[in-house]
């Protein structure tokens, strides 16, 4: 819980554009060291950054990359491991594969909806791909965020979701509250 708090911490003590401009320079300082690796051939882990960690798929509109670029962030400051599209696809990869593999090694998908995602084909069939695997496991694997007054759509519409309209702060901390909630129950039903 600590960890969380942290992230809230985080966000009250600089503007929107200071933190914004913070996340922008840490993205960029990953995406150098993610760079070098694949330069000098190092072995990177293509499936979970750090075993054990919880990991979450971010489906979003390419349109509202700022807010995910943010969410991605405040998850892996609550030490949840993200598949970012633009972390993980590289100049050259397949990009359905990718993703593919990304949907495949993930412990949960969170749909980033706003108008803008609701009408993209490509998260449609992001979250749509997780549909079967909630219903035969009867567990969450599909975490809805809501950032504006889009129509949620109807395979999504009994999912309580975090309300990123508002207070979002109050919206993280939802959705990391979820995910470590979520992950949980998965271990205590494995035991």
Known sequence: M?????????HTTMSGCEYAEQIEQRVKEEEREFSGKKQSGQQLDETHETEGRISVFLSHSSRDKPLARQIAHDL????????????????????????QRGLEETDFIAVLLTKHSVESGWVEKE???????????????????KADDCIIPVLLRDKNYADFQGE????IKRLIEAVNGHASRRKSAQV
Do not use: H
Request: charged share 20%; aromatic share 12%.
């Open 2 to 10: 600590a960890q969380t708090e942290s992230v809230f911490n985080f």
């Open 168 to 171: 979002y702060a109050d919206a």
């Open 127 to 145: 979250w749509q791909s997780q549909i079967g695997r909630e219903a035969s496991t009867r567990q969450v694997f599909i975490l809805p965020l």
């Open 76 to 99: 892996l400051m609550a030490n949840i491991d993200v598949w970012l599209d633009e972390w993980k696809i590289l100049v050259g990869d397949s990009i359905t594969q990718c993703i």
